[in-house]
């Protein structure tokens, strides 16, 4: 039994939790772009938070279903239809054996995960069924998905989990792609100038058309050191706010390297990052500093809810 890939949309992948655990020997960690979209979907269909799902990218792929399943979709809004027929996200769908889901207009959002009950089946790569297409990795683990393949899951009759929500949980995308992006300062904040520091916290960038999972190039006023600096390359994470020599930002996403050598100004906080990879090429961010206490209780606050929504509909 398995889903089959009949137009793979623009950029489809496999993307779960990430490939931890592994990035001191300089493998990437990957993952979804967005986490909670991707633990949303995850917890509609009753799956554990950090299960293997689809990522979908902008233009959505043709898909169809050789047997029965439960699924869901959550994050963008891609315009998707289940035979025909309207399927927003964040709700949980039978299919049956047959069904064909494709994608139209594109409504809000740049990033959407369906989700199956059961998970797909596929050897996992070091822990991690992620996808990463830089990294050699064999089949649907190292590249999008093309016309043609086939993942397989396990047919499922069961009934959607009844999910109630916390408020805390609930999103608009639409509402989400004004607010400012929250960051702490980086381990090299001080070595920019009053003024580079004013400029990231009080001026609009725009997210540049190279920018992609591994890094969003940012396009706004130049961000200046006090005075040149040369420094070892040392870790980096998801969130990293690295400035080259051009002085223009450069945020770290899902695919980054594992080290690097341009001074960190800032890092986006975890619970923004969602928020961050739902903004398209040509779109505004503003930063907004906040502190390490805030950032610690939003992520613990998340944590707690989703665990505890994931024991609720296990």
Request: with cysteine; proline share 5%.
């Amino acid at each position: 039994m398995s889903l089959e890939v009949l137009r793979p949309g623009l950029c489809t992948t496999l993307q779960d939790a990430g490939r931890t655990g592994h990035q001191q020997i300089g493998v990437p960690v990957n993952g979804a772009m967005d986490a909670q979209a991707l633990q949303m979907a995850n917890l509609l269909v009753g799956n554990r938070l950090d299960q293997g799902a689809l990522e979908i990218t902008l233009q959505g792929p043709t898909l169809r279903f050789d047997a029965g399943a439960l699924i869901a979709l959550a994050g963008a809004d891609l315009g998707a239809l289940l035979e025909g027929q309207a399927l927003p996200p964040n709700q949980a769908v039978r299919v049956k054996p047959g069904a064909i889901l494709t994608f139209g207009q594109r409504r809000c959002g740049a990033r959407a995960y369906l989700a199956v009950a059961g998970g797909f089946h596929l050897g996992a790569l070091l822990g991690s069924v992620s996808s990463n297409r830089r990294g050699g990795y064999p089949g649907v683990l190292g590249r999008a998905l093309v016309a043609g393949d086939r993942l397989g899951f396990a047919s499922c009759f069961r009934n959607a989990p009844r999910l109630v929500l916390p408020s805390a949980l609930k999103r608009s995308i639409e509402r989400e792609a004004d607010r400012a992006i929250r960051i702490l300062p980086g381990a090299e904040w001080a070595a920019f100038g009053e003024q580079a520091q004013q400029h990231l916290l009080g001026s609009e960038y725009r997210i540049g058309n190279d920018s992609e999972r591994m890094g969003y190039r940012l396009e706004g006023a130049e961000l200046a050191l006090r005075t040149p600096l040369e420094l070892l390359s040392e870790a980096v994470t998801f969130g990293t706010v690295q400035v080259p020599p051009s002085g223009q930002p450069i945020v770290l996403m899902a695919d980054r390297q594992t080290t690097g050598g341009y001074p960190r100004i800032a890092n986006v906080i975890s619970a923004d990052l969602p928020l961050l990879a739902q903004r398209l090429p040509g779109e505004a961010v503003r930063f907004q500093l906040t502190t390490l206490q805030d950032a610690q209780r939003l992520a613990v606050q998340r944590a707690r809810l989703l665990l505890q929504l994931e024991r609720e509909h296990a």
